[in-house]
T-cell receptor
Framework: NAGVMQNPRHLVRRRGQEARLRCSPM?????VYWYRQLPEEGLKFMVY????????ESGMPKERFSAEFPKEGPSILRIQQVVRGDSAAYFC???????????FGPGTRLLVL | AQTVTQSQPEMSVQEAETVTLSCTYD???????LFWYKQPPSRQMILVIR??????QNATENRFSVNFQKAAKSFSLKISDSQLGDAAMYFC??????????????FGTGTRLTIIP
C-alpha cells in the first residue's frame, strides 16, 4: 500500500518565482490537509480540501497562496511570487473520512533564495 | 480557539529507561480524540498513538502508552524501554470535535527527545 506521496521532496526557488507542491493521498482517501512547518516550529494548518472542494482555508495566507484538489490527480499547493519567508517544510496529510487518523506525506522542503 | 501546550522543549533519557512527555490542551468539546506524532531527523511525521476521549482505557501501542486525564485536559506520552530509534521531536495534536467534520490538527510546539546510550 502506497502511503501519502509528495513531490518534489526539495524545491529551490528564487524570490518572485512560483512554487507548485503536489500531494497524492493514500489510495481510497478523499480528504487532504496541508500544513506548514517553519524552522524550529510545530506544524500549522493551512487548508483542508475534499475532491473539487475547499472546505477550510482559514490557515492560508490571503495572497499568493492557493490550493486545489481536482477530481483526477493530486492536490496542488501553489505559491506565487515566493518570498524568503515562504521557506519551510510543507506537509500534506490524508484521510478516508473526516474522523479518521491523518497520515502524513514526507513533506516538501521549499527554499527561497 | 483550541490550544495545545507542550511545556518541555527538550527531554533526555537513558537507553532502556522510561520517559514521560507532557501535553495539555484546551477545549470545550466533550467528544474528541488526541494524537501523538513523532518527527525523527528525516522529518517524516509518524503517528505514534491515538486516544478517543470517550474511552476510559488509556491507549497503548507496544512500548508507547498514554496517561489521559480528561478532566485535567492532560494527555501525556510514556515511552518504556527507550531505544536509540526513539530519538525525535514529539508533537501532541488535537483535531477538535470528533463530530465536527473538519479535523484540522492543532499541534503543540514539540518536545525534542534525546536518548543517551
Amino acid at each position: 500500500n502506497a502511503g501519502v506521496m509528495q513531490n518534489p521532496r526539495h524545491l529551490v526557488r528564487r524570490r518572485g518565482q512560483e512554487a507548485r507542491l503536489r500531494c497524492s493521498p493514500m489510495k481510497g482517501h478523499s480528504h487532504v490537509y496541508w500544513y506548514r512547518q517553519l524552522p524550529e516550529e510545530g506544524l500549522k494548518f493551512m487548508v483542508y480540501l475534499q475532491k473539487e472542494n475547499i472546505i477550510d482555508e482559514s490557515g492560508m495566507p490571503k495572497e499568493r497562496f492557493s490550493a486545489e484538489f481536482p477530481k483526477e490527480g493530486p492536490s496542488i499547493l501553489r505559491i506565487q511570487q515566493v518570498v524568503r519567508g515562504d521557506s519551510a517544510a510543507y506537509f500534506c496529510a490524508s484521510t478516508g473520512t473526516a474522523q479518521e487518523t491523518q497520515y502524513f506525506g514526507p513533506g516538501t522542503r521549499l527554499l527561497v533564495l | 480557539a483550541q490550544t495545545v501546550t507542550q511545556s518541555q522543549p527538550e527531554m533526555s533519557v537513558q537507553e532502556a529507561e522510561t520517559v514521560t512527555l507532557s501535553c495539555t490542551y484546551d477545549t470545550s468539546e466533550s467528544d474528541y480524540y488526541l494524537f501523538w506524532y513523532k518527527q525523527p531527523p528525516s522529518r517524516q511525521m509518524i503517528l505514534v498513538i491515538r486516544q478517543e476521549a470517550y474511552k476510559q482505557q488509556n491507549a497503548t501501542e507496544n512500548r508507547f502508552s498514554v496517561n489521559f486525564q480528561k478532566a485535567a485536559k492532560s494527555f501525556s506520552l510514556k515511552i518504556s524501554d527507550s531505544q536509540l530509534g526513539d530519538a525525535a521531536m514529539y508533537f501532541c495534536a488535537y483535531p477538535g470535535s470528533a463530530n465536527f467534520g473538519n479535523e484540522k490538527l492543532t499541534f503543540g510546539t514539540g518536545t525534542r527527545l534525546t536518548i543517551i546510550p
